[in-house]
């Protein structure tokens, strides 16, 4: 069993910042992908930024330039910095790791963008 927790999300105005984490706990031998989704009301799960292990990152275009992706494999941890936030980011935000070709999502935390 693999547990993924996140934390670091919450309220914040329009050009502040937000630091999320996400750890993986459990049966893990090598964790190749983790990444950040996110899934506004009513719209897709969409993904905002992955990294692989050796730290190889892509960025959804509405993000880069103002969201980091990092991660810590000795902590089995990914990040996400997110820098100059728009109320269009308001989203509920899930980490998904990938172990051994498996998938495993996070519960998600809600960010939210005031104007």
């Known amino acids: 069993q693999v547990q993924l927790v996140e934390s670091g999300g919450g309220l914040v105005q329009a050009g502040g910042s937000l630091r999320l984490s996400c750890a993986a706990s459990?049966?893990?031998?090598?964790?190749?992908?983790m990444g950040w989704y996110r899934q506004a009301p009513g719209k897709q799960r969409d993904l905002v930024a992955g990294?692989?292990?050796?730290?190889?990152?892509n960025y959804a275009d509405s993000v880069k330039g103002r969201f980091t992706i990092s991660r810590d494999n000795a902590k089995n941890t990914v990040y996400l910095q997110m820098n100059s936030l728009k109320p269009e980011d308001t989203a509920v935000y899930y980490c998904?790791?990938?172990?051994?070709?498996?998938?495993?999502w996070g519960q998600g935390t809600q960010v939210t963008v005031s104007s």
């Open positions: 459990g049966s893990i031998s090598f964790i190749n992908y």
């Open positions: 998904r790791v990938t172990i051994g070709g498996d998938p495993y």
């Open positions: 990294i692989t292990r050796i730290g190889i990152s």
